[in-house]
Each structure stands twice: as C-alpha cells, then as structure tokens.
C-alpha cells in the first residue's frame, strides 16, 4: 500500500517519503537492504534446484561423450531434466522436497551413467 507524497504528515508505521511515495517500514527487511538482486534470486528453491539439475546435465554429457564414448539417447540424456520438471509440478518448496530432488537428480544421472557404462 502506497500514498503520494501530498499528504503533509506521513501515515502511521511509514517513513517519510521518497521520490513521490511513501513506503511502509514494515516492508522492509533488517539486513537485507543491500542485498543484491542475484543473491536473492538464490533464495528461491526452484533456481537452487534447477542450477543444479543444469550442471548435472552438462556433466553428464561431458562424462558420456568423452569419458565413455558412447550417445545417450533422448530419455537417458535428460532423464535430470525429469525429475526436475515433476519437482516443479509438485509444488512442495519446502528444504525436505528440495534436498530430496537435489539427490534424485545426481543419483538419476550416476545411474544413467552406469547403465550406459555397463550396457
């Protein structure tokens, strides 16, 4: 909620105003006033896990064309990919659901490895 500066006396629990509104000090977190906006996107579960789910994507195909010389076909290549888009279909964002998805994708991806590996 927002007021315009022509009000002569500021509403109470706000500040005085700044270029042209007044701000409510309850919106304002302690310490958070010079975060950066990169390291608050961070906060979001969802890029946590899909940072994760692309740099094991990408080592996974590092690891199978040059480790095992072998092609993954299209479901083994982004089986990853997967477990990420069923976590984002969940809508759980809590740190249990986001740990837990962290560890499916690695382990997907260990055993799409091995299985082309062996295979």
């Known amino acids: ?5 022509g009000v002569s006396v500021a509403p109470a629990g706000h500040r005085s105003c700044k270029k042209g509104t007044w701000t409510k000090m309850a919106d304002e977190q302690p310490g958070r006033r010079n975060e ?4 608050a996107s961070l906060a979001t579960s969802e890029v946590r896990v899909a940072i994760i789910t692309a740099l094991t994507l990408l080592l996974q195909a590092v690891l199978a064309k040059n480790v095992l010389d072998v092609e ?13 888009i ?17 560890a499916v994708i690695v ?11 062996v295979w």
Do not use: K
């Open 36 to 39: 950066s906006p990169l390291r």
């Open 1 to 5: 909620m927002q007021w315009f500066c």
């Open 72 to 84: 993954l076909d299209y479901w083994g290549q982004f089986a990853p990919l997967w477990v990420f």
């Open 86 to 102: 069923a976590f984002m279909l969940s809508n759980q964002r809590d740190r249990h659901a986001e740990l837990g998805t962290i």
């Open 107 to 117: 382990v997907t991806s260990a055993a799409v490895l091995m299985l082309y590996a």
